[in-house]
Structures are given as C-alpha cells and as structure tokens.
C-alpha cells in the first residue's frame, strides 16, 4: 500500500471521528452569533476566523463534517443497495423484462443529473428528506449497470447451475451462490459514491437548492463564503479545501480497491 | 444502415419518456409560478392559468405542449420573463454555454489525453506520477475552488483577468480552464490506463520487432485503438461539458442556458424548465449517437454488425 492511500485512510478515519464527535470537538456553538465579532481573520480564539455573523468557522467545519459525511455516506450506502437489488432482478431473470428494466436505466440517464437534483428537491423540499431522495434518485443507475453485467456473468457458471439443479430456489442462488462473487465492485462502487455524492450536495447547497441554513454542510460554508470571496477568501477556500482532501482522500481509496478487488486490472 | 436506423428511434423514443418524466415531475412539484407574496385575486388567477393553459387536464397540457414542440418547434411562452418565448431564451442562451463548453472540450481533449499518453509512455516514471496526481487533484478538486482560486489570483492579485462576466474575449479565460479541468483529469486517467492496456497487445509486440520506430508504434498502433475507451466517455462528457456548468455560469456570471435554468426552478416557470430539460437531454442523445457512429470510424471491426 502506498502512502497517498495511507493517509487517505487516516485522513477518513479522523473525518469520521470528528463528524460522530462534533459537539465535544467544537469549541463553540455551531449557531452561536457574535455580530461584533464578524469576519475575524484566523486567530488564536477562532484558528479558521468567523463568519458574516461572527460564528467560528471552525466549529461549523466540523458540524459541516457531520452534515457532509452523513449525508454522503447514507446516500452512497442506499443508492448503491437500490441498484444492486434492481441490477440483481435484471441481470437474473433475462429476456425481455431485462431488457425493459434496462431500457429505463438508460432513459434515465439521459436525464442530466443535477436537473433531476433540483426537480426533487423541489418535491421533497430542501431537507434531509430531500438531499436524501435527490442523491439517491440519481446514484443508483450506476451500480444497476454494473450489478447486471455482474449477474449475467456469474449466472450460467456451472456452480451456479448447479444448485438449480438441485432446486434451490431463486432468491438462494441469487443471495448465497451470485451475491458473494459481486461483493468486490460493489465495495468498489460504493467507495466513489461517496466522493460523488459530497460534491454533489455541496453543488446544490452552494446553488442556494440544497438544504437551508443554519444547518452547516460544506456546502453551505461556501456558498456562504462567496458572497465575499474578494474581501474574506477564507471563508470560500477552508470549506472548499476541506471538500477537496475528503474528495481526494476518496478518490485514492477507491483507486486503491479497485486496483486491487478486481483482478482484470492487476498490474496496470 | 439498420443499426443507425434503429438507434435513431430508440434515441426518439427515449426524449419522449424524458419529456413525459419531466412534465410529471413537474406537476407533483408543489406550489406554481403564481404564488407570490401577495395572493392575486381568483379570477385573475384563473385567467392567468387559462392563458397559460395551466387550468386544463395534465395530459391535455402535455399533448398541447408535445404537438407544438413537434410540429413548430414551439417551446411555448415563459410564464416570468413577460412576452418572451422559451424558444427566444434558450436561443439567446444556448450559444453562450455551448461556445464556452467547445473551448472547455477542447482544453479538456488537448490537455488530458496528452498527459494520459506521456503517463503511459513514461509509467512508473516521475513524470507518470506527477501527471497522475494532477489527474486525482482535478477529479477532486470542487470547481468553486478553482474558480475562487482563479478569480483570487488572476482577477484580484495579478489584476490581468476579468473575475466575471462574458463580453470580450479576456472573459473567456478562466471560466473556459475551471470548466476543463475535472474533464482533462478524467481523460488523463482514461487515456493511461487505455494505452498501458494497448501497449501489452500481441501486435504492438508485432509492430516493435519489425524494427518499426517507438513513434510510429505509438502513433499509429496504439493510439488509435486506445481511443475506443476514450470515445465513449466523451459522448456524455461532451453533452454536459457543451451545454454548461451550473456552478461555472454561476459563480462567474454568465448568461448561459444553467443560469436561466436557476432561475426558472426558482420562478417556478415550468415551461423553461421543460424547455432546457429537454434540449438537455436531446443534446446528450445527439452526442452518443455522434459517438456510435465515429466507432465506426476509429475502428473499421465495428462498421458491420
């Protein structure tokens, strides 16, 4: 393992604690306002200086962590399960309902993503709720490829033939016999949704479409930023900065799992 | 002749089923373009939604809409921007994203499968790794980073650069360069490990013992075949490169087609929304069959079948 992939590990594990640890970390109040206080450069009290109410930025990095890290990981997690199940069924069963299953796939991914984003926020509202529909709508058509092009090559193995000789029934041959053999690229899958998913919600927060203040996700950190990026740079750059090591950290670690779960790729 | 035949009705059938997902997506959507800060009478409500024919049922509305999309190539009227059509907006704002996303695409192309190519060439050298670390930063790198980066250091520090708008063609620098960069990266990655693929084959190996120069090998065997891969991201990539970024005509003020989009989720102006939706959508078919048909260019295996 090389050292990027190192401290990428390190880099998450340490993100993870401070999104579970948040409030013990912080050292104020994530909403707590000091308007005399505004726009106070980096300094010993607020080492990443404060914001246009004269909030830490530090403390809402790390709340912005927990919003973050949460909202990409739950996201990633169930878009990566919807896809596997509807990939699974596609891949299984064939013929024509394949085929159909398939066709919606790709009608849907004509639809470009970050309008179909805003049309369910737009439904869901601006919440939780709503990111989490938002990202999952759009994450899952990915993993349902791949999962089917999986399926289609493990099902006529002679294994797997086997156990329908012996009657297995089909949900059997897909969990225990077809599943375990698709586990690799789907951890693979799973470890660039999350980037995916980070930077998409913070495109939304930072577009004014995301989830609402004061509830601090990187996103909103920037878009909050820029209003007054020439005079206050900082309050652009650490919450950008942040989302590009998390982004990077990702991106090395799935190059990492990839490189070595899938073994046509061994050695490039 | 079959086989474009048939692409050309699935394409069509497909930006159907985009147009019906929209429009219904639209109606769940709550709340309309008329609830303002103050609520208008009802019969002017009424008259507004009948001149907008947003009083009949949904699949009336929607058929209306498709025959004059069809038949006129007509957007119908934007219900905020008072006496314009869609169709004039989208005319005024196409061009605009489009020119910037051509420059993009071109940075991106240039930049990335040459970087890609020299990484391959070079693997396991300084140079394979630096490019290749370029390549991770620029897929992880979020573009209002870059833009605020940019706009930091050539528009407020060195002075020499405008940080927004789009009237000459200084305007066109840093937005063009923001938006090619996580392109150029994906490229980059692409095009190395495509070329480390080719350059394992039997008739490279073949190439090289007839004593033919690296160059010739590079150029002609492998490049060529390496750029299969490589085309067939560039469809998609080219469709949202082409048609703008949100964040880019945002954060650097550009009256292009993502822009008015914005503006039209946040007036509720559903016929805009269809609108761009929809050429959108048509855009991205247009360039995956453009795609399909260059297969048969770069490699002649795929001209039958």
């Known amino acids: 393992m090389k050292w990027p992939v190192k401290a990428s590990i390190g880099f998450i594990a340490f993100l993870v604690l401070v999104a579970l640890f948040a409030p013990v970390i ?10 005399s206080n505004a726009y106070s450069s980096p300094a010993a009290n607020h080492w990443f200086g404060t ?26 997690i169930s878009s990566v399960a919807i896809g596997m199940v509807y990939g699974a069924i596609a891949g299984y069963l064939g013929g024509f309902v394949e085929k159909s299953m398939m066709r919606v796939i790709d009608i849907l991914y004509t639809l470009p993503s970050l309008i179909v984003m805003i049309l369910v926020m737009l439904v869901f509202g601006r919440n939780l709720v709503g990111i989490f529909v938002a990202l999952t709508a759009t994450g899952w058509l990915g993993t349902a490829r791949l999962m089917r092009a999986q ?4 099902k006529n193995r002679p294994f797997v033939e086997a156990a329908r000789a012996l009657g297995l029934p089909h949900r059997n041959i897909i969990l225990k016999h077809i599943l375990p053999n698709c586990v690799a690229p789907l951890i693979v899958e799973l470890s660039y949704q999350i980037p995916t998913n980070i930077l998409a919600e913070a495109f939304l927060s930072f577009l004014g479409i995301g989830i ?9 950190l920037s878009e909050e930023g820029w209003r007054s990026l020439q005079i206050y740079p900082h309050l652009t750059i650490f919450p950008g900065v942040c989302i590009f090591l998390t982004m990077l950290s990702f991106n090395f670690i799935g190059d990492y799992l990839r490189d070595r779960l899938d073994p046509f790729l061994q050695g490039r | 002749m079959n086989r474009a035949l048939s692409n050309l009705i699935s394409a069509l059938s497909t930006l159907f089923a985009v147009a019906f997902l929209t429009f219904l997506l639209m109606k769940i959507v709550p709340g309309g373009p008329f609830d303002g800060d103050k609520a208008l009478p009802p019969e002017v409500l009424a008259s507004l939604n009948a001149k907008f024919k947003l009083d009949l049922p949904w699949y009336t509305q929607f058929l209306t809409y498709m025959r004059d999309l069809v038949l006129h190539l007509d957007f119908g009227p934007s219900i905020k921007y008072i006496g314009r059509s869609v169709g004039e907006i989208i005319a005024d704002s196409l061009p605009v994203s489009l020119e910037l996303g051509f420059y993009a695409l071109i940075v991106a ?9 020299m990484a391959a060439v070079y693997r396991g050298k300084w140079l394979d790794f630096s490019a290749m670390f370029l390549a991770i930063s620029g897929i992880s790198l979020p573009s209002f980073l870059v833009a605020a980066l940019a706009i930091l250091a050539f528009a407020q520090y060195l002075g020499i ?43 490279v190996r073949t190439a090289r013992s007839k004593g033919l120069p690296p160059r010739t090998v590079l150029f002609v065997h492998v490049l060529r075949n390496a750029f299969i891969p490589v085309l067939t991201v560039l469809g998609p990539m080219a469709a949202t490169v082409l048609t703008g970024s949100f964040v880019i005509e945002y954060v650097f003020s550009i009256p292009g087609l993502a822009n008015h989009f914005i503006q039209g989720v946040s007036n509720r102006d559903y016929p805009l929304i269809m609108g761009v939706t929809i050429l959108y959508a048509t855009i991205l078919v247009v360039c995956n069959l453009t795609v399909d048909l260059l297969y048969g260019v770069v490699d002649p295996r795929m001209r039958k079948g």
Do not use: K
């Open chain 1, 51 to 76: 914001d246009a109410l004269g909030r830490d930025l530090l403390t809402r990095l790390v709340y912005g962590c927990r919003i973050s890290m949460a909202i990409a990981f739950v996201t990633a």
């Open chain 2, 161 to 203: 650069l405008p940080a927004a708008l789009w009237d000459g063609p200084e305007h066109r620098v840093l937005p063009t360069l923001v938006l090619g960069l996580r392109p150029a990266a994906i490229l980059a990655r692409l095009t190395r490990s495509s070329v480390l693929e080719i350059l394992h084959l039997d008739f």
């Open chain 1, 26 to 35: 912080a050292p104020y109040d994530y909403d707590l306002q000091n308007v």
């Open chain 1, 212 to 220: 609402r203040p004061p509830m601090p996700s990187w996103g909103i």
């Open chain 1, 151 to 154: 399926v289609n090559s493990w």
């Open chain 2, 109 to 117: 192309v240039v930049s990335g499968v040459t970087l890609g190519v």
